[in-house]
């Protein structure tokens, strides 16, 4: 991978922020939208290049395999049930400090999985996110939660767009390794 790619992953999210800026609108929640159904779509376009072994392979080295970045992409999904759901649910709900790799990682909720099943389950998951966002009013979007230590209320159009831009950002570092072998 080239040692520019920092600088042109860097450019690709600028970009996608402009397409999403933090105050949400109509585009920009259609964006949102678009990009989290592509992810699996892309996921599931290079699949074949890993079979079950070579998934467990770092593409390159000091990054994170195929399967480990399904996983951790499964464990960002995980914690809507703390953040997106309880901001629909409850009034002013507040977060549990709970982190993809250092909390929802340790829990190893997908090592008996197969790569076709980590996949099929991302699908899923993202299907029910989707389903779920889809269904929002222009008022939903902007239902807050608090966060301990931040100042500011986050919504779920900024969690949304958090979660999208994360994954512009975990597929885009696949492209680029990919390109590089």
Do not use: C
């Not at 939208?33 to 080295?61: C, W």
């Not at 250092?102 to 980590?118: K, N, V």
């Not at 996949?119 to 899923?124: A, C």
Request: proline share 5%; hydrophobic share 40%; charged share 25%.
């Amino acid at each position: 991978m080239s040692a520019d790619y920092k600088q042109k992953l860097h450019t690709i999210i600028e970009a996608k922020k402009k397409e999403m800026p933090s105050q949400g609108s109509v585009n920009a929640i259609l964006s949102i939208m678009a990009t989290l159904q592509e992810t699996p779509r892309y996921l599931r376009s290079v699949a074949p290049r890993f079979p079950e072994e070579r998934s467990r392979v770092p593409i390159m080295e000091g990054k994170r395999s195929f399967r480990q970045t399904v996983e951790h992409l499964l464990n960002i999904e995980a914690l809507h049930y703390t953040t997106i759901y309880p901001a629909f649910l409850l009034p002013t709900p507040d977060v549990y400090p709970l982190h993809a790799e250092r909390h929802i990682a340790r829990l190893q909720l997908f090592d008996s999985f197969t790569m076709e099943e980590l996949l099929t389950v991302f699908e899923f998951e993202r299907r029910k996110s989707l389903s779920f966002l889809e269904s929002l009013t222009a008022g939903d979007w902007l239902r807050t939660i608090r966060e301990q230590g931040k100042k500011r209320q986050e919504s779920i159009y900024w969690r949304a767009r958090t979660l999208a831009l994360h994954d512009v950002t975990h597929v885009h570092i696949i492209m680029f390794q990919l390109a590089a072998k």
